[in-house]
């Protein structure tokens, strides 16, 4: 069927524009602000971090060009040649009419074979770009083994997941699809209590925070706003990057706050007490288990959506493959789902940003006043060489948190 195959088309290219759109919007007006940053932003970098943050952005966002181009074409020429079909038609004949493993394993090696292109754009990113601003702090070596483990990771998880959610058709018919969903979802609750014991170790060294000042304080403030703090942990994020961050996971008592050594050695033991108060108002808000219920919609979507396509027959047969197989619409689902869930970035990034604003005015509550975590926020931009000054719809439709010059406003503005 042509007019799918072009819907299809059409879809990847207008994301490709709309990417490219913003991304030249962004490059226009961070260039727009390079001799002279506005007054709002003169005030947090000097003027040396400023331009060398400001090359920074430009240089990748030039490289992100080619990269959403490349990977454009890559999906393209998948999507629309015979390389997936004809691995589908010979790993079929692996096993027996009614055989599932195979199945599995055939979602498995499309999607190692997808990664395959890409990886000599990621090795420039870490080794050439990051390296140029002083960020990368991996090596081939490490880079090497990173790839590996991942891959072998996602055959030990993905394999018996893969196998289970296909079975579920011979095992209940129909309704698979609300079975697969809670199995799905069950898997993903799982693992935001396995994810930091079990895997997080293979790539990372966690450690608890040690004893001292700083240790005493992140405490006091974890009496003082509710948390019980049993699990402040250290990540060793120096291994790979010098870019810092702070995290919250997990949910109920498996819930754990995680802060990079990066972060440790760049902020004072004030500015790291406002981080951590922000993550506390994550929690103290809500905002994990609000993000698992809407992440459980959309799953739900999602299952709906691949039962419906695998119940056409027109789906399967207008990328080549065989109808009523489950496995491959579930593949060109996940290789196509992108190309529609792209146009709702904007919206879930505007329930992200309200996050970040709550728990920076819990932050700022519980530090009694902005001061320390503006001075923190400040830091982290310095150090990570933040663009300051980007295009208002790129922010809006990319970003995850407020630019920094509006959350120091929202944190003056009530204070
Ligand atoms: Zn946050």
């Known amino acids: 069927m042509v007019s799918v195959l072009w819907i299809v088309a059409a879809l990847l290219l207008l994301r490709l524009i709309a990417e490219l759109t913003l991304s030249a919007l962004n490059r226009a007006e961070v260039r727009r602000h390079a001799a002279q940053p506005p007054p709002a932003v003169a005030a947090i970098m000097d003027g040396e971090t400023y ?212 972060l440790i050695a760049q902020l004072t033991a004030e500015e790291l007490e406002a981080v951590l108060a922000h993550e506390i108002g994550h929690y103290r808000r809500g905002h994990i288990p609000k993000m698992i219920a809407m992440s459980a919609v959309m799953m739900f979507a999602g299952f709906a959506a691949v039962a419906w396509l695998a119940r056409s027959p027109w789906f399967n047969r207008s990328f080549g493959f065989p109808e009523a197989q489950l496995a491959p619409s579930f593949l060109l689902f996940g290789l196509l789902s992108g190309a529609v869930t792209f146009w709702f970035t904007p919206l879930s990034n505007l329930l992200s940003r309200k996050y970040e604003y709550e728990a920076d005015a819990f932050a700022r509550d519980a530090m009694g006043g902005p001061a320390a ?24 439709f990319y970003y995850s948190h407020p630019t920094l010059v509006e959350r120091e406003t929202a944190l003056a503005k009530a204070a």
Do not use: C
């Open 51 to 262: 331009r060398k943050a400001a090359a920074y952005t430009l240089e990748k966002s030039r490289f992100g060009v080619l990269t959403e181009i490349f990977d454009t074409l890559v999906l393209a020429l998948v999507l629309f040649g015979t390389i997936l079909p004809a691995m589908f038609n010979e790993i079929a004949l692996w096993g027996g009419p009614e055989s599932v493993w195979n199945h599995a394993l055939f979602i498995l090696f499309a999607g190692v074979l997808l990664s395959i292109p890409g990886l000599p754009f990621e090795w420039w990113e870490q080794f050439r770009l990051e390296q140029k601003y002083g960020f990368n702090k991996s090596t081939p070596g490490l880079w090497l083994t990173d790839k590996l483990k991942g891959t072998l990771l996602t055959f030990v998880i993905g394999f018996p997941l893969l196998w289970a959610l296909l079975s579920l058709v011979h095992w209940v018919g129909d309704t698979w699809w609300i079975w697969g969903f809670a199995l799905m979802f069950g898997f993903q609750l799982l693992m935001l209590i396995l994810y930091p014991k079990l895997i997080v170790p293979l790539f990372n060294k966690l450690t608890p925070l040690p004893e001292g000042e700083l240790r005493t304080r992140l405490l006091a403030l974890g009496d003082r706003t509710g948390f019980k703090a049993s699990t402040i942990e250290v990540i060793d994020g120096s291994k790979r990057s010098g870019h810092s961050n702070a995290y919250f996971t997990g949910f109920g008592r498996f819930r754990r706050i995680v802060l990079f050594d990066t």
């Open 373 to 396: 975590m503006i001075a923190a926020l400040r830091k982290l931009a310095q150090k990570n060489l933040t663009n300051l000054t980007p295009h208002r719809w790129f922010s809006g």
